[in-house]
């Protein structure tokens, strides 16, 4: 059965940093695409950041380039979403997916095959 979870939400304050882990079983980590997406109150899903399976490419969204970093370790099957100089904009639901074919535009929501439940991320003022 093919699961992804996440971890290392929390609270923080405007400036500081978090990691998000996002840990897959039933397949191995390197076998699909793996992104980072977001979902804010009254706002559509985004994608952030995505790392390929076989050439381990990283993609992110403007919005979040130099400040956040996507990583993955194949040993442990997990993917990790660095993010630093956290602000209260970037305060969301935070969700790992992944894509088999890997076809379509990364950051398209309708390009995953499977999601984990999510992680709320909260950033005060």
């Known amino acids: 059965e093919v699961q992804l979870v996440e971890s290392g939400g929390g609270l923080v304050q405007a400036g500081e940093s978090l990691r998000l882990s996002c840990k897959t079983s039933?397949?191995?980590?390197?076998?699909?695409?793996i992104a980072w997406f977001r979902q804010a109150p009254g706002k559509e899903r985004e994608g952030l950041s995505c790392?390929?399976?076989?050439?381990?490419?990283?993609f992110y969204v403007e919005s979040v380039k130099g400040r956040f970093t996507i990583s993955r370790d194949t040993a442990k099957n997990t993917v990790t979403l660095q993010m630093n100089n956290l602000q209260p904009e970037d305060t969301a639901v935070y969700y790992c997916?992944?894509?088999?074919?890997?076809?379509?535009?990364?950051?398209?929501?309708?390009?995953?095959?499977?999601w984990g439940q999510g992680i709320q991320v909260t950033v005060s003022s």
């Open positions: 997916a992944a894509d088999v074919t890997q076809r379509a535009g990364w950051a398209r929501v309708d390009s995953y095959d499977y």
């Open positions: 039933g397949f191995a980590v390197d076998d699909y695409a």
């Open positions: 790392i390929r399976s076989t050439t381990g490419r990283a």
